[in-house]
């Protein structure tokens, strides 16, 4: 079984910076990816970005130039930089962990930027 949890969430004013981890435990082994996704309420889940292990990444379209997306595969983690945010990148951000055809999720964390 595989376990994620997100981290590094918060409440920020427009113009800051959060970091957000993934933390992929439990048995894992071969090839994976890890997604990112942001939901706002009464929209569908949107595609921010996934990487592989091997630190390959494809951005959906909830990807910012201002973001960017880093890879720790000893750790299993993942981490989205998120620079100079914007009221619009409030959402719960959730973690999907991709790997041997099973797919985990996250709990969700919240990002809030104030104007």
């Known amino acids: 079984q595989v376990q994620v949890v997100e981290s590094g969430g918060g409440s920020v004013q427009t113009g800051g910076s959060l970091r957000l981890s993934c933390a992929a435990s439990?048995?894992?082994?071969?090839?994976?990816?890890m997604t990112w996704y942001r939901q706002t309420p009464g929209q569908e889940r949107e595609l921010v970005t996934s990487i592989s292990k091997f630190g390959n990444a494809n951005h959906g379209n909830g990807w910012k130039d201002r973001f960017a997306i880093s890879m720790d595969d000893a750790k299993h983690t993942i981490h989205l930089q998120m620079n100079n945010l914007q009221p619009e990148d409030t959402a719960v951000y959730l973690c999907?962990?991709?790997?041997?055809?099973?797919?985990?999720w996250g709990q969700g964390i919240q990002v809030t930027v104030s104007s």
């Open positions: 999907r962990f991709s790997g041997a055809g099973d797919d985990h």
């Open positions: 439990g048995t894992i082994s071969g090839f994976y990816v």
